[in-house]
């Protein structure tokens, strides 16, 4: 069973960039798919980004090219760079694996799930 620990999160402001690092352990995670959610209090998790076993990236239109997914195989690990962050993209960020290295958007195709970290965007 794969472990994934999510770090990088913190207080920041309009325009600012984070990196998320998204880190697994107990086995490799370089051929599932991974995937970036958020979630915002009373909302329904929310897809983000994606990469698949080929390491295709997948991104929702409002973050395209200010989001950048990529695999680190040798670190076992995902990032995601945020750039140019929004006050709205305040939520909880989660990273998700997928044995079997298929993208999907929906939160339900994804067997493990780290804790999460928190971004917040001031104004």
């Known amino acids: 069973q794969v472990q994934l620990v999510e770090s990088g999160g913190g207080l920041v402001q309009a325009g600012d960039s984070l990196r998320l690092s998204c880190a697994a352990s107990?086995?490799?995670?370089?051929?599932?798919?991974v995937a970036w959610f958020r979630q915002t209090l009373g909302k329904e998790r929310e897809f983000v980004s994606a990469l698949d076993w080929s390491n295709r990236t997948y991104y929702v239109d409002p973050i395209k090219g200010r989001f950048t997914i990529s695999r680190d195989a040798a670190k076992n690990a995902v990032s995601l760079q945020i750039n140019s962050l929004k006050p709205e993209e305040t939520a909880v960020y989660y990273c998700?694996?997928?044995?079997?290295?298929?993208?999907?958007?929906?939160?339900?195709?994804?067997?493990?799930w780290g804790q999460g970290t928190q971004v917040t965007v001031a104004s």
């Open positions: 107990g086995r490799t995670i370089s051929g599932d798919a």
């Open positions: 998700a694996s997928r044995v079997g290295g298929y993208y999907s958007g929906d939160p339900k195709n994804y067997e493990s």
